[in-house]
C-alpha cells in the first residue's frame, strides 16, 4: 500500500473519533449552556484540571506506544505482548492513584481555580461525580493507545463513538425536566431529571464507564496485543525503556498542564463573562485541532515502526509526506474557524457579550493554525521514536516563561483581559514551531540520520 494511503487509513479513524468527541463537548456545552452562564461557568472552570490529570495518564501512555511500535516493527509480537501485559498494570495503579486524588481533593480545586464562590460547591459537586469512573477512563487512554501503537485505530473509533452517544442520550433524559416538544406538529412528552449541571456529571460518569469496559474487552480479543496470560508482575525490562520515553512525556504535560490550570486561574478572576467566553472558545477550538491530532497519532505509529525496522528511508518518506498535509489540512482549518466563529460562539451562549469576546480570541487563534499543526505532527514523530526530552524542554519554556508571565503581566499587573491573555498563548504557539522547525532541518528528531546515542529504545 503506498505511503500516503497508509497515513490516511490510520489518521481518519483517529479524527472521526476527535471530531465525535468534540462533537459531544459542543453539545454538552450547549446544553448546559442553556441553564445559563453560571452553568457554563461551574463545567468549563474545572476543565483545566480534567485536562491535567487526562493528558498525564495520555503521557504514560506513549512509552508504552514507543514500544510496541518499534516492537511489531522489528517482527517481535511477543515482546509487544509483554508490553501490552504491563500496561495493565500501569492501568490498575494510575486508575487507582488519580481515583484517590480526585476524589479527595474534589472540594478544593474550584477554590484554587478562584471559582467565584457562588459556584464554587455545584463546580465541586460536577468535579467528583466525574471521577468516579477514573479506573475505566484510564483503560480507555491507555488500552486506547496500546491498540493504536498496533496500527488499530478503528476499535477506539468505534468504542468512542458509542460512548459520546451516551453521553448524549443520558444529557437529553438527566439535564432538563420533563417536558413537552412538538415533533411534526405533535406533542410529544419527555421524562426528564432536572438534575441541571450534576445530570450532565452523572451521565459522563457512565458514558466513560462503559468506554472503559469496552476497550479492555476490545484488547483482550485483540489476535496481536492481547494481554491474555501475560503476567501484570512489574517487568523493568520493558518498563525501564517505557518510562525513559514516558516520563519526560509526563512532566512535560504536568508541567504544561499545571501551566494552563494558572492560565485558566487568572483568566477565572477576570469574571464570569471572560471564564465563560474562555471556555467556549476553547471548546469550539477544539473541532479545528482535529487534523493535527489525527495525524500526529499516524506519525506516532508509523514512525514507531519504520525505526523498530531500522528504515531509514521510510523514515525520511515519512516526514517529507506528513508535514505539508498537515500544513494544508490546518490552512484549511484555521480559515474555516476565522469565518465560522461568531456563528459557532453563538451556539453556547446568548449573551452578546460572551459572543463577541469569544469569536475575536477565536479569530486571532485561527492565524496560529498551520504553526501549531506542524508542531504537533512533529512532537509525534518524536514521540513514535522514543525522543521525548527536547519536547518536554520545547514545552515547558514555552508555557511558563512565554505564556504564564506573559499573561500574568498582561492581565494582573497591566489590567488587561481576555484578548491580551489569549496573545500570550499565541506567542506560545509560535515558539513551538519555531523550536520544532529547527529540529525538523537539523535532522535531530531522527535516530536513524545521528550518530548520538540518545535513543532510550535501542
Given at each position: 500500500m503506498p505511503l500516503l494511503a497508509v497515513i490516511i487509513s490510520l489518521a481518519w479513524p483517529t479524527m472521526l473519533e476527535q471530531l465525535m468527541q468534540t462533537a459531544v463537548q459542543y453539545i454538552d456545552t450547549a446544553m448546559?449552556?442553556?441553564?445559563?452562564?453560571?452553568?457554563?461557568?461551574?463545567?468549563?472552570?474545572?476543565?483545566?484540571?480534567?485536562?491535567?490529570?487526562?493528558?498525564?495518564?495520555?503521557?504514560?501512555?506513549?512509552?508504552?506506544?514507543?514500544?510496541?511500535?518499534?516492537?511489531?516493527?522489528?517482527?517481535?509480537?511477543?515482546?509487544?505482548?509483554?508490553?501490552?501485559?504491563?500496561?495493565?498494570?500501569?492501568?490498575?495503579?494510575?486508575?487507582?492513584?488519580?481515583?484517590?486524588?480526585?476524589?479527595?481533593?474534589?472540594?478544593?480545586?474550584?477554590?484554587?481555580?478562584?471559582?467565584?464562590p457562588t459556584i464554587q460547591s455545584l463546580a465541586a459537586e460536577y468535579f467528583f461525580i466525574l471521577y468516579i469512573p477514573m479506573l475505566p477512563r484510564a483503560a480507555?487512554?491507555?488500552?486506547?493507545?496500546?491498540?493504536?501503537?498496533?496500527?488499530?485505530?478503528?476499535?477506539?473509533?468505534?468504542?468512542?463513538?458509542?460512548?459520546?452517544?451516551?453521553?448524549?442520550?443520558?444529557?437529553?433524559?438527566?439535564?432538563?425536566?420533563?417536558?413537552?416538544?412538538?415533533?411534526?406538529?405533535?406533542?410529544?412528552?419527555?421524562?426528564?431529571?432536572?438534575?441541571?449541571?450534576?445530570?450532565?456529571?452523572?451521565?459522563?460518569?457512565?458514558?466513560?464507564?462503559?468506554?472503559?469496559?469496552?476497550?479492555?474487552?476490545?484488547?483482550w480479543r485483540h489476535p496481536r496485543i492481547s494481554p491474555r496470560g501475560q503476567s501484570i508482575r512489574p517487568d523493568m525490562a520493558i518498563l525501564r525503556p517505557c518510562l525513559r520515553v514516558s516520563l519526560p512525556n509526563m512532566l512535560q504535560r504536568f508541567g504544561t498542564s499545571f501551566g494552563y490550570v494558572a492560565f485558566a486561574s487568572m483568566i477565572n478572576s477576570l469574571g464570569e463573562v471572560a471564564t465563560a467566553a474562555h471556555t467556549i472558545a476553547n471548546t469550539v477550538e477544539s473541532a479545528f485541532y482535529i487534523p493535527g491530532y489525527g495525524m500526529q497519532t499516524a506519525a506516532a505509529t508509523l514512525t514507531g515502526n519504520a525505526y523498530g525496522a531500522r528504515d531509514g528511508q521510510r523514515m525520511k518518506q515519512l516526514a517529507a509526506l506528513l508535514m505539508p498535509l498537515e500544513i494544508l489540512l490546518m490552512i484549511v482549518s484555521g480559515a474555516l474557524l476565522f469565518f465560522l466563529a461568531p456563528p459557532l460562539v453563538g451556539l453556547f451562549s446568548q449573551s452578546d457579550e460572551v459572543i463577541s469576546l469569544g469569536s475575536t480570541v477565536l479569530r486571532m487563534v485561527a492565524l496560529s493554525e498551520?504553526?501549531?499543526?506542524?508542531?504537533?505532527?512533529?512532537?509525534?514523530?518524536?514521540?513514535?521514536?522514543?525522543?521525548?526530552?527536547?519536547?518536554?524542554?520545547?514545552?515547558?519554556?514555552?508555557?511558563?516563561a512565554i505564556r504564564i508571565l506573559g499573561t500574568l503581566l498582561c492581565t494582573q499587573?497591566?489590567?488587561?483581559?481576555?484578548?491580551?491573555?489569549?496573545?500570550?498563548?499565541?506567542?506560545?504557539?509560535?515558539?513551538?514551531?519555531?523550536?520544532?522547525?529547527?529540529?525538523?532541518?537539523?535532522?535531530?528528531?531522527?535516530?536513524?540520520?545521528?550518530?548520538?546515542?540518545?535513543?532510550?529504545?535501542?
Open positions: 448546559v449552556g442553556a441553564l445559563g452562564t453560571s452553568a457554563t461557568a461551574a463545567v468549563g472552570a474545572t476543565g483545566t484540571i480534567n485536562w491535567l490529570i487526562g493528558s498525564t495518564v495520555s503521557a504514560l501512555s506513549i512509552g508504552f506506544l514507543a514500544f510496541i511500535a518499534k516492537a511489531l516493527g522489528a517482527g517481535d509480537e511477543a515482546g509487544a505482548k509483554k508490553a501490552s501485559g504491563q500496561a495493565v498494570l500501569a492501568t490498575l495503579l494510575a486508575g487507582a492513584l488519580f481515583t484517590g486524588l480526585t476524589l479527595s481533593l474534589a472540594p478544593f480545586v474550584p477554590v484554587w481555580m478562584q471559582v467565584d480507555s487512554t491507555i488500552f486506547g493507545t496500546v491498540l493504536r501503537a498496533a496500527g488499530d485505530t478503528k476499535t477506539p473509533m468505534k468504542i468512542g463513538i458509542f460512548v459520546n452517544l451516551i453521553n448524549v442520550a443520558l444529557n437529553f433524559f438527566l439535564i432538563y425536566e420533563t417536558r413537552t416538544v412538538l415533533l411534526f406538529s405533535r406533542p410529544i412528552l419527555i421524562p426528564g431529571a432536572g438534575m441541571g449541571v450534576i445530570g450532565a456529571a452523572v451521565a459522563s460518569a457512565i458514558a466513560f464507564t462503559f468506554g472503559g469496559v469496552a476497550i479492555t474487552v476490545a484488547l498551520p504553526f501549531f499543526g506542524f508542531s504537533i505532527v512533529m512532537e509525534g514523530m518524536m514521540q513514535g521514536v522514543g525522543k521525548t526530552r527536547a519536547p518536554m524542554v520545547y514545552n515547558m519554556v514555552g508555557m511558563w499587573l497591566l489590567s488587561g483581559g481576555l484578548v491580551a491573555a489569549w496573545a500570550c498563548m499565541i506567542l506560545h504557539n509560535l515558539f513551538l514551531f519555531f523550536a520544532y522547525l529547527i529540529c525538523y532541518l537539523r535532522r535531530s528528531w531522527n535516530p536513524l540520520h545521528t550518530t548520538k546515542a540518545d535513543v532510550p529504545l535501542s
